[in-house]
């Protein structure tokens, strides 16, 4: 979809509603551009948690296959839902949930048959305790202005024992220029500024939004929506990916941390 007009990018604060509003514009804006660029590495049914190329059938984050066999899963920020396309290769029973309509129409696009709800991670339109295990590959959390709100949400909606993991861009980066040269090598902010990156149109209004929680904030949080952590990855760049995603590029892969995947089990 074209955009006929150039957004200034700016840093200011953004509350849940418009951070809401200007993800669900941006996605359905660009969708097909993110599944033109990205959709072959992202693979049809592959589970990869970021631009690494980290695979969940290696890593097992989730847990052991043989766990997610009949297991009710909820992934958050589905896309076009390839990683609920992997789970249900595993004999997982998949939803997959995302805010755009237009990723949702791609997962429709690929097929599959995986259940499909088009809602914002902050409402979860299911019972208490619906899922055994929760996960979003970069769905969501990096956009939300109260994470809280979303994992006391998904808290909500796991069972007793439930997994929640979760990948983000590793809050390191928020210190570095988004760029995947060496001109992203050098530190350009303060890691502790909070304030969102926005990207405005000309009557002010958030057209995009990402919101930055230091390393220490995302485990506050994590305690917070009531889950304990027990690990946190942070994925190294393969030799055998020599792939640029965005500001992410094996120059500086191989240098400093680009994703942070967040293990976190439902506390009592
Ligand atoms: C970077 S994409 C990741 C998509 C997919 N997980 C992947 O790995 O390709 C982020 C996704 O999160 C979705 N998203 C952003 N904010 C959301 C929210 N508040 N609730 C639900 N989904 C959201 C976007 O629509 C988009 O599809």
């Known amino acids: 979809m074209i955009q006929d007009f150039e957004p200034e ?13 200007a993800s669900r514009g941006w996605w359905d804006r660009n969708a097909d551009e993110y599944q033109t660029e990205h959709g072959a590495f992202l693979g049809d049914d592959r589970f990869v948690w970021g631009p690494e190329g980290l695979d969940e059938a290696e890593a097992g984050l989730l847990g052991p296959v043989s766990f997610l066999k009949g297991a009710d899963v909820l992934e958050i920020g589905a896309g076009a839902a390839q990683c609920s396309r992997w789970l249900a290769a595993q004999g997982a029973r998949p939803v997959a949930l995302d805010l755009s309509h ?17 809602a914002d991670a902050g409402a979860l339109p299911f019972r208490d305790e619906s899922f055994d295990l929760a996960c979003s590959a970069y769905g969501a959390v990096p956009f939300v202005a109260d994470p809280v709100k979303v994992f006391r949400e998904v808290r909500r909606v796991l069972r007793p024992e439930g997994r929640w993991v979760f990948s983000v861009t590793h809050p390191i980066r928020w210190a570095f220029p988004d760029e995947p040269g060496p001109e992203g090598l050098s530190v350009s902010g303060s890691y502790f500024d909070r304030t969102p990156y926005v990207e405005q149109d000309e009557r002010g209004r958030a057209v995009y939004v990402e919101h930055h929680r230091t390393i220490g904030d995302r485990v506050r949080d994590v305690v917070a929506g009531g889950f304990r952590l027990i690990d946190l990855v942070e994925p190294e760049w393969p030799a055998w990916n020599s792939q640029e995603w965005g500001g992410w590029s094996p120059l500086r892969g191989n240098l400093i941390p680009g994703t942070a995947v967040f293990v976190c089990v439902r506390d009592e």
């Not at 700016?10 to 809401?20: K, V």
């Not at 997962?107 to 048959?113: M, N, P, S, T």
């Open 102 to 118: 237009r990723q949702l129409q791609h997962a429709l696009r690929i097929g599959g048959g995986i259940p499909l709800v088009e």
């Open 9 to 21: 990018a700016t840093r200011r604060s953004a509350g849940d509603a418009e951070s809401s509003r």
